[in-house]
T-cell receptor, first 111, second 115 residues
Framework: GDSVTQMEGPVTLSEEAFLTINCTYT??????LFWYVQYPGEGLQLLLK?????DKGSNKGFEATYRKETTSFHLEKGSVQVSDSAVYFC??????????FGKGTTLSVSS | DAGVIQSPRHEVTEMGQEVTLRCKPI?????LFWYRQTMMRGLELLIY????????DSGMPEDRFSAKMPNASFSTLKIQPSEPRDSAVYFC?????????????FGSGTQLSVL
């Protein structure tokens, strides 16, 4: 069935390193794509989204581009900070259905 | 706005007991979602409501689980009887509508431990 697949974590980086978290999806039609972030002890919150092919979502230095040809929506950041340590979830939606999330990728950034 | 409010924040119970989780969505939001988070399976959709009506409950594990939304400002998720494998973090979320592009607002979750 339709799903979202993320790279398995944990991802461990030093401060100021480059971050990539891979996400691919399967779906019928053209879903909207999202990245959510979960800080320790909190619920998820929307980080960025893209609603159509070639759209780029961006927020807080994070970016992701909707690639229809590779069915991907990889999350990137040029220079991570300790405060970026969290769990990152890729998700897809489609009209009339609820969001489907990937399993999440834990990011740990050390100073 | 206070955001999505869930209670209790933590619940510890014994196997066989009834557990009720509560959620107050953001005022004006028409859709409400219950998700369960575990290490093994990640974040799973259990059920969602649109305008207080259950739309998709295919993610509800079994008959021991039930969810209600008696009005636009309140929902419950009940487990009866509870089992150790139900231990997880249960999240409630709400949004303005189910249109595919909406932003979900999550509560802080209920950490359930069934002994």
């Amino acid at each position: 069935g339709d799903s979202v697949t993320q790279m398995e974590g944990p991802v461990t980086l030093s401060e100021e390193a480059f971050l990539t978290i891979n996400c691919t999806y399967t779906a019928t039609g053209y879903p909207s794509l999202f990245w959510y972030v979960q800080y320790p002890g909190e619920g998820l919150q929307l980080l960025l989204k893209a609603t159509k092919a070639d759209d780029k979502g961006s927020n807080k230095g994070f970016e992701a581009t909707y690639r229809k040809e590779t069915t991907s929506f990889h999350l990137e950041k040029g220079s991570v900070q300790v405060s970026d340590s969290a769990v990152y979830f890729c998700a897809r939606s489609q009209a009339g259905t609820a969001l489907i999330f990937g399993k999440g990728t834990t990011l740990s950034v050390s100073s | 706005d206070a955001g999505v409010i869930q209670s209790p924040r933590h619940e510890v119970t014994e196997m066989g007991q009834e557990v009720t989780l509560r959620c107050k969505p953001i005022s004006g939001h028409n859709s409400l979602f219950w998700y369960r988070q575990t290490m093994m399976r990640g974040l799973e959709l259990l059920i969602y409501f649109n305008n207080n009506v259950p739309i998709d409950d295919s993610g509800m594990p079994e008959d021991r689980f039930s969810a209600k939304m008696p009005n636009a400002s309140f929902s419950t998720l009940k487990i009866q009887p509870s089992e150790p494998r139900d231990s997880a973090v249960y999240f409630c979320a709400s949004s303005t509508r189910t249109g595919g592009n909406e932003k979900l607002f999550f509560g802080s979750g209920t950490q359930l431990s069934v002994l």
